[in-house]
C-alpha cells in the first residue's frame, strides 16, 4: 500500500513539472505589476493641505502685505526686529559713489521655484529711475541718480523672473479686480498652499470668517473681540508698526499755531484709551527711535493757556475708530473746545481733525508723510526745521547720524504737533484651531 504522504509528493512534482513555465511566468507578472503599481502611485501627485486666510486692506499689483513678504523671504535684504536691514538672498552689498551706487552679491546656488539655479541676468527688476547692471551671474549693481539712504528698504520685496517665479520654496500667483485691486494672493509651496483672501475691512473678513469661506484671519481691531470670540480661537497682540494719531489739517484757521494744537493735547485726559501708549511716530522698537520727547499730560489750566478764544473743530474718523473718536469728544468738550465727529471712508480732502491708524515704515525715513512739499503731506504743514530733518535723513548713510537726525526729528514733531500720536492699536488673529496660528509665524 503506497503511503498517502508520499502520494502527495509525487501528485506536486508531477503538476510542477507539468506547469513549471506557467507558474514561473505568472509569479513574474505579479512582481512586475507590483513593482509597477508602486512605482506609479509614487508618481501619482499626493493632494497638499489648502488653508485659507483673511487679511485685510487694499493693494495693488505693485504692492505686497507685509505678512507675505516676510512669509516669502525672497528679496535681496529683510529686516531684523529692530527694522534694522539684513540680507537675505544677498549675502552681503557695498555702497559706493557716494551712497548712489549699490552693489549686491547672491548667496550661491539660489534656485527658482522651479528647480532652474538663479543667475543675475534672470532676475527682473524696474524701479523708476533707477539703471540695474548685472555684472556676472551673481552680482546685481543698482546706480540711483541721487543719495537715497532709505534704498535698502526697497528691496525687501521677492525677486521674480519673466515667467513670475520667485526664488525659494513657494510660488505666488495674484488674482485682481477690474481695478488692479489684488483681492487673492495664492502661496504655493512643496507641501501646502495657502490662499490668502483680501478685505477692504475687518467687519468684512469676520463675516468671510463666520460663513466658513476662511479659516484664520490676521489683525483684527480689538473692537470686534467680543463679537468674535465665540467663532474661534483667539490669539492677542500689540501692532508696534502703527500708530493711531490724531492729525491736524494745519492749514485750517483754528489750528494753524501750534498752541492751539497744544492746548488740545493738553486737554486729554486719557490718550491711551486702554492700549500700549505711544510716543513717537516712529516704531519703539526701531533702531531710531527716541523715547525722549515731550508729552502732554492732562492740564486743563495750560489749555486755557494756550487757547485764547473758543473754537469748534470736526474730527474726522473711520467706523474702526469711531468709539475713539467719540471718547476724545467728550474729553475735549469744554468751554474752549467744541468737537463734532464725522465718519470718513478714506482720508478726506478737507479735514480739520483726522484720527486715523498710521503705518510707520521700516525705514525711518518719512518724507512723503510730513515733508511740506509734498501732496501726500498728511497734516499740510509747513515746518522748515522738520522739512529739514526729513531731507538730511534720507541722504545721510552714517547710521549713527541718521539716528540723531531722526532723534531730533522726533523731538521736533512732538514739539511742533502735526500729529498727536495716542497708541498702538491691539489686534487679534482668529483660527478654527489653534494649531492654524503656527502658520502666520513668519507671516506677521
Known amino acids: 500500500m503506497t503511503n498517502p504522504f508520499r502520494e502527495r509528493i509525487w501528485f506536486i512534482k508531477g503538476f510542477l513539472n507539468k506547469y513549471f513555465t506557467q507558474i514561473l511566468i505568472s509569479v513574474g507578472v505579479t512582481i512586475f505589476v507590483a513593482l509597477l503599481g508602486n512605482f506609479l502611485l509614487t508618481k501619482i501627485p499626493k493632494s497638499k493641505p489648502h488653508y485659507r486666510i483673511g487679511i485685510v486692506g487694499q493693494f495693488g499689483s505693485g504692492q505686497l502685505p507685509p505678512y507675505i513678504i516676510n512669509f516669502l523671504n525672497a528679496g535681496l535684504i529683510t529686516f531684523n526686529l529692530n527694522h534694522e536691514p539684513l540680507a537675505s538672498l544677498a549675502e552681503k552689498w557695498d555702497i559706493t559713489d557716494d551712497g548712489k551706487t549699490y552693489t549686491f552679491y547672491l548667496k550661491p546656488n539660489l534656485k527658482w521655484?522651479?528647480?532652474?539655479?538663479?543667475?543675475?541676468?534672470?532676475?527682473?527688476?524696474?524701479?523708476?529711475?533707477?539703471?540695474?547692471?548685472?555684472?556676472?551671474?551673481?552680482?546685481?549693481?543698482?546706480?540711483?541718480?541721487?543719495?537715497?539712504?532709505?534704498?535698502?528698504?526697497?528691496?525687501?520685496?521677492?525677486?521674480?523672473?519673466?515667467?513670475?517665479e520667485i526664488i525659494g520654496q513657494y510660488d505666488i500667483h495674484l488674482k485682481q479686480k477690474s481695478s488692479g485691486v489684488i483681492s487673492q494672493i495664492t502661496v504655493d509651496g512643496y507641501d501646502h498652499t495657502l490662499i490668502f483672501n483680501v478685505y477692504p475691512t475687518a467687519r468684512l473678513a469676520l463675516s468671510a470668517f463666520k460663513l466658513g469661506q476662511i479659516d484664520l484671519v490676521l489683525n483684527l481691531p480689538s473692537e470686534l473681540l467680543s463679537e468674535a470670540s465665540p467663532f474661534g480661537k483667539i490669539a492677542k497682540q500689540v501692532d508696534l508698526n502703527k500708530v493711531v494719531t490724531l492729525i491736524f489739517n494745519q492749514q485750517d484757521p483754528n489750528l494753524k499755531e501750534k498752541n492751539v494744537r497744544q492746548g488740545i493735547a493738553y486737554s486729554l485726559k486719557d490718550k491711551k484709551f486702554d492700549q500700549t501708549e505711544a510716543l513717537t511716530s516712529i516704531s519703539p522698537i526701531s533702531w531710531a527711535f527716541n523715547p525722549l520727547v515731550k508729552t502732554y499730560p492732562y492740564n486743563l489750566q495750560r489749555t486755557k493757556e494756550l487757547i485764547k478764544s473758543p473754537i469748534s473743530l470736526e474730527l474726522a474718523t473711520t467706523p474702526e475708530l469711531l468709539s475713539v473718536a467719540e471718547n476724545i469728544k467728550n474729553q475735549?468738550?469744554?468751554?474752549?473746545?467744541?468737537?463734532?465727529?464725522?465718519?470718513?471712508?478714506?482720508?478726506?480732502?478737507?479735514?480739520?481733525?483726522?484720527?486715523?491708524?498710521?503705518?510707520?515704515?521700516?525705514?525711518?525715513?518719512?518724507?512723503?508723510?510730513?515733508?511740506?512739499?509734498?501732496?501726500?503731506?498728511?497734516?499740510?504743514?509747513?515746518?522748515?526745521?522738520?522739512?529739514?530733518?526729513?531731507?538730511?535723513?534720507?541722504?545721510?548713510?552714517?547710521?549713527k547720524e541718521r539716528k540723531r537726525i531722526y532723534f531730533d526729528f522726533q523731538k521736533t514733531f512732538a514739539e511742533e504737533l502735526p500729529g498727536l500720536v495716542l497708541f498702538h492699536p491691539s489686534v487679534f488673529n482668529l483660527a478654527r484651531k489653534d494649531a492654524y496660528f503656527k502658520l502666520i509665524d513668519t507671516t506677521k
Open 113 to 164: 521655484f522651479s528647480g532652474k539655479i538663479v543667475k543675475a541676468s534672470d532676475i527682473k527688476i524696474s524701479i523708476p529711475n533707477i539703471i540695474v547692471e548685472n555684472i556676472d551671474p551673481n552680482i546685481i549693481r543698482f546706480r540711483i541718480p541721487t543719495k537715497f539712504s532709505p534704498f535698502l528698504s526697497l528691496l525687501n520685496i521677492p525677486l521674480l523672473n519673466e515667467k513670475g
Open 332 to 399: 475735549l468738550s469744554s468751554d474752549h473746545v467744541n468737537i463734532n465727529t464725522k465718519v470718513v471712508t478714506s482720508i478726506p480732502e478737507q479735514f480739520q481733525l483726522l484720527l486715523t491708524t498710521y503705518n510707520i515704515p521700516s525705514d525711518p525715513d518719512q518724507y512723503r508723510d510730513w515733508h511740506s512739499t509734498q501732496a501726500t503731506n498728511i497734516g499740510r504743514g509747513q515746518d522748515e526745521k522738520i522739512d529739514k530733518l526729513l531731507e538730511d535723513g534720507r541722504i545721510t548713510q552714517d547710521t
